[in-house]
């Protein structure tokens, strides 16, 4: 079974750092972009980062200089490096990856996580 686990979210001060990762377990057969969603309460769930298999980056403007996004693609990891963290920068933060599960099928489906809370208080 095919699986992504976030880890490493918890209570921060705002001016401060954290990291988030995420594993990818299961039969996987390849790995295309992935990225890191985050959604605030009463708020609609947003890219934050993404990051292609050749790592390529791309972030939302809010994040841009504090957040760095990163894979290790032998071990189907990936990061979210936070720094100079804002207490807007508080939600649910999801990762997502395009995957391809199947050996012999060249299809690649998207896979969420089931998220880690990030807080920063003021």
């Known amino acids: 079974q095919v699986q992504l686990r976030e880890s490493g979210g918890g209570l921060v001060q705002a001016g401060g750092s954290l990291r988030v990762s995420c594993a990818a377990s299961?039969?996987?057969?390849?790995?295309?972009?992935m990225g890191w969603y985050r959604q605030a309460p009463g708020k609609q769930r947003e890219l934050v980062a993404q990051?292609?298999?050749?790592?390529?980056?791309d972030y939302v403007d809010s994040v841009k200089g504090r957040f760095t996004i990163s894979r290790d693609n032998d071990k189907n990891m990936l990061y979210l490096q936070m720094s100079s963290l804002k207490p807007e920068d508080t939600g649910v933060y999801y990762c997502?990856?395009?995957?391809?599960?199947?050996?012999?099928?060249?299809?690649?489906?998207?896979?969420w996580g089931q998220g880690t809370q990030v807080t920063v208080s003021s």
């Open positions: 990051i292609t298999s050749v790592g390529s980056t």
């Open positions: 997502n990856a395009e995957m391809k599960t199947r050996l012999y099928s060249g299809s690649y489906s998207p896979f």
């Open positions: 299961g039969p996987i057969f390849g790995i295309r972009r």
